[in-house]
C-alpha cells in the first residue's frame, strides 16, 4: 500500500506541476496515514473501506471500537499557502480526532490526537482553531 500511496501522491504532485493545484488527495491520504498511525494495517483498512462513500457523516473510519474524525492540511508551497488555521470539527459524532500536518511532498510533519471530551472543552466555544491549539493535544507523530 505504501507504493500506491506514493504512486497518488506522484501523480498529484504532477498534476499541481503542470496545472498549478494539485488534486485533492489530502483527506484520502489523511484517513489512511491516521489509520497507519493508530496500528490499522492495510488489511483491516481496505475491508473498512470498500463499501464506504467519500461523504460519511461524524467519522471516517472505525477501529478497535473506536469512531475516528480525521483533519488534515497541506501546503501547496505558493506564497501564502502555509497553514494557519486547522479546521473546526462540524459534528461530535466520533470518539477521537486525529489533526495532521502536511509539507508540500504530502510527508507528515505532525500528528495530534483529541479525545471528543478534551476537543469540546477546548474548542466548542472557539471560532477559529490554529495549528498551536492542535499542538495541545496528544503527539502522535
Given at each position: 500500500?505504501?507504493?500506491?500511496r506514493?504512486n497518488?501522491?506522484?501523480v498529484?504532485?504532477q498534476?499541481?506541476?503542470?496545472?498549478?493545484?494539485?488534486?485533492?488527495?489530502?483527506?484520502?491520504?489523511?484517513?489512511?496515514?491516521?489509520?497507519k498511525?493508530?496500528?490499522?494495517?492495510?488489511?483491516?483498512?481496505?475491508?473498512?473501506?470498500?463499501d464506504?462513500?467519500?461523504?460519511?457523516?461524524g467519522h471516517d473510519?472505525?477501529h478497535?471500537?473506536?469512531r475516528?474524525?480525521?483533519k488534515?492540511?497541506?501546503?501547496?508551497?505558493k506564497?501564502?499557502?502555509?497553514?494557519?488555521?486547522a479546521?473546526?470539527?462540524?459534528?461530535?459524532?466520533?470518539?477521537?480526532?486525529?489533526?495532521?500536518?502536511?509539507?508540500?511532498?504530502?510527508?507528515i510533519?505532525?500528528?495530534?490526537?483529541?479525545?471528543?471530551?478534551?476537543?469540546?472543552?477546548?474548542?466548542d466555544?472557539a471560532?477559529r482553531?490554529?495549528p498551536?491549539?492542535m499542538?495541545?493535544?496528544?503527539?502522535?507523530?
Amino acid at each position: 500500500m505504501q507504493e500506491l500511496r506514493q504512486n497518488l501522491i506522484n501523480v498529484a504532485l504532477q498534476w499541481q506541476r503542470q496545472y498549478g493545484v494539485a488534486p485533492a488527495i489530502t483527506s484520502a491520504l489523511s484517513e489512511y496515514d491516521a489509520a497507519k498511525l493508530i496500528g490499522m494495517n492495510d488489511q483491516d483498512y481496505a475491508e473498512y473501506m470498500c463499501d464506504k462513500t467519500a461523504v460519511c457523516r461524524g467519522h471516517d473510519f472505525i477501529h478497535d471500537s473506536i469512531r475516528y474524525q480525521i483533519k488534515a492540511h497541506r501546503p501547496s508551497g505558493k506564497p501564502g499557502s502555509f497553514i494557519t488555521n486547522a479546521g473546526k470539527a462540524r459534528n461530535y459524532d466520533w470518539d477521537i480526532l486525529i489533526w495532521i500536518r502536511y509539507n508540500t511532498e504530502y510527508e507528515i510533519q505532525e500528528a495530534w490526537s483529541w479525545t471528543r471530551e478534551a476537543y469540546i472543552a477546548a474548542f466548542d466555544a472557539a471560532t477559529r482553531i490554529s495549528p498551536a491549539d492542535m499542538r495541545k493535544g496528544q503527539r502522535l507523530a
